[in-house]
Nanobody
Framework: QVQLVESGGGLVQPGGSLRLFCAAS????????MSWYRQAPGKERELVAR????????TYVDSVKGRFTISRDNAKNTVYLQMSSLKPEDTGMYYC???????????WGQGTQVTVSS
């Protein structure tokens, strides 16, 4: 059974930091590119960051460059999103996404809520 379980979200003040975790199971994690998406109320889901299966390549949406860092530990089947200098516009539900590069199968987690507010 495929599972992507996100954690680490919460309420933080502007300028603060959070680290999101996504624990994966049920598929070959090391053969899958991993991504974080977010969706704010009333808005479409958007890609925040992506990391290649080996971790050597990363991409970010312009609005988070220099503030967020995506990383992964293939030994622990876990992907992380370190978020710093958080802004109210970073508020939303953050989802973990996996895409296996061999089978092209994709998986979504259930999401973890991030709220940036004073």
């Amino acid at each position: 059974q495929v599972q992507l379980v996100e954690s680490g979200g919460g309420l933080v003040q502007p300028g603060g930091s959070l680290r999101l975790f996504c624990a994966a199971s049920g598929f070959i994690f090391s053969r899958s590119a991993m991504s974080w998406y977010r969706q704010a109320p009333g808005k479409e889901r958007e890609l925040v960051a992506r990391i290649s299966n080996g971790g050597g390549a990363t991409t970010y949406v312009d609005s988070v460059k220099g503030r967020f860092t995506i990383s992964r530990d293939n030994a622990k089947n876990t992907v992380y999103l370190q978020m710093s200098s958080l802004k109210p516009e970073d508020t939303g539900m953050y989802y973990c996404y996996a895409r296996n590069q061999d089978t092209l199968l994709t998986y979504w987690g259930q999401g973890t809520q991030v709220t940036v507010s004073s």
